[in-house]
């Protein structure tokens, strides 16, 4: 696809965390969305959201001045949430703009997971930070989870409906982060020498249709994908068991808890207590046709 930018292309390289969540945040979760980015952007990451309410509004104000890359729904140069047009015209001067759509379009639902996965796919990692059962956010922590990148989630009161997303993922493997240390520690042995220049600007944003522009951690590979799913079925069946079916070593059970974690954020496997998982009922139904 055709990607439309504006603003500071170099920005499009290196080491990028998206930061996302609730538009209907709380204070605390907005001022953690900020601490976050702000720590982030002074240890030399770029922050990268989606320039909605709440949490991304957030993200982008405390690293405007570090770099900040706001992925949109709609044409580069359509206005949306209105509230947010001075945040995107300083973001379009002193950041980057990025949008799939051509110019003019007005978003709409149907645009905003295309979006999410931009945003995920230019990323090293996504944090979520107050995400309801059925945010959004979860739709791109999971296209970041087929993408190979990590997962990180702010954990939140059992009872703010607005955290019962970001407390699943935790439950379910993602990085339990309370800081941007959290972040920094998982990333920061992937890196290796990422070093952004003006000069590779045009190869960095040639790769975000694709999402590619990062190196990520390994998944295993289709093959492997099936292996793990054919060991699944509706009885429920221990994680445990499925480890030492696959394999003991550490890739295989970080395999293990991702390709779990993706067919649960994608309505596909429930968890029981005791370290059980099973398939559900549609799933398996569909997987005998």
């Given at each position: 696809p055709l990607v439309c930018v504006k603003g500071r292309p170099e920005l499009s390289i290196g080491r990028i965390v998206a930061v996302v969540g609730a538009r209907q945040a709380s204070a605390l979760g907005q001022r953690m969305a900020a601490l976050i980015a702000r720590e982030l952007g002074s240890r030399g990451y770029v922050i990268t959201s989606g320039l909605a309410r709440g949490v991304d509004t957030s993200a982008h104000e405390a690293s405007l001045s570090s770099g900040t890359i706001a992925a949109l729904a709609g044409g580069i140069d359509v206005v949306y949430p209105p509230q947010n047009e001075a945040l995107m015209d300083q973001i379009g001067e002193t950041g980057l703009l990025v949008s799939e759509?051509?110019?003019?379009?007005?978003?709409?639902?149907?645009?905003?997971?295309?979006?999410?996965?931009?945003?995920?796919?230019?990323?090293?990692?996504?944090?979520?930070?107050?995400?309801?059962?059925?945010?959004?956010?979860?739709?791109?922590?999971?296209?970041?989870?087929?993408?190979?990148?990590?997962?990180?989630?702010?954990?939140?009161?059992?009872l703010d409906p607005r955290a019962e997303g970001a407390n699943r993922l935790i439950?379910?493997?993602?990085?339990?982060?309370?800081?941007?240390?959290?972040?920094?520690?998982?990333?920061?042995p992937m890196l290796g020498n990422i070093a952004a220049g003006p000069d590779d600007a045009s190869a960095g944003l040639?790769?975000?249709?694709?999402?590619?522009?990062?190196?990520?951690?390994?998944?295993?590979?289709?093959?492997?994908?099936?292996?793990?799913?054919?060991?699944?079925?509706?009885?429920?069946?221990?994680?445990?068991?499925?480890?030492?079916?696959?394999?003991?070593?550490?890739?295989?059970?970080?395999?293990v808890a991702g390709v779990l974690l993706e067919l649960e954020l994608a309505g596909r496997l429930v968890r029981q207590s005791g370290q059980l998982v099973a398939l559900t009922p549609q799933d398996e139904a569909t997987r005998s046709q």
């Open positions: 759509m051509p110019p003019g379009l007005k978003p709409s639902a149907r645009h905003f997971p295309r979006r999410n996965r931009l945003i995920s796919g230019m990323s090293l990692g996504v944090v979520i930070i107050e995400a309801a059962r059925r945010s959004g956010s979860l739709i791109t922590a999971r296209m970041a989870l087929e993408q190979g990148r990590e997962v990180f989630a702010v954990p939140g009161s059992p439950r379910d493997g993602a990085t339990l982060t309370r800081s941007a240390d959290d972040v920094i520690e998982v990333l920061e040639a790769d975000f249709a694709e999402g590619a522009n990062q190196p990520a951690p390994v998944l295993p590979d289709e093959d492997a994908r099936a292996s793990i799913t054919a060991l699944l079925s509706v009885s429920p069946t221990s994680i445990d068991d499925i480890i030492r079916q696959s394999g003991s070593d550490a890739a295989t059970v970080a395999g």
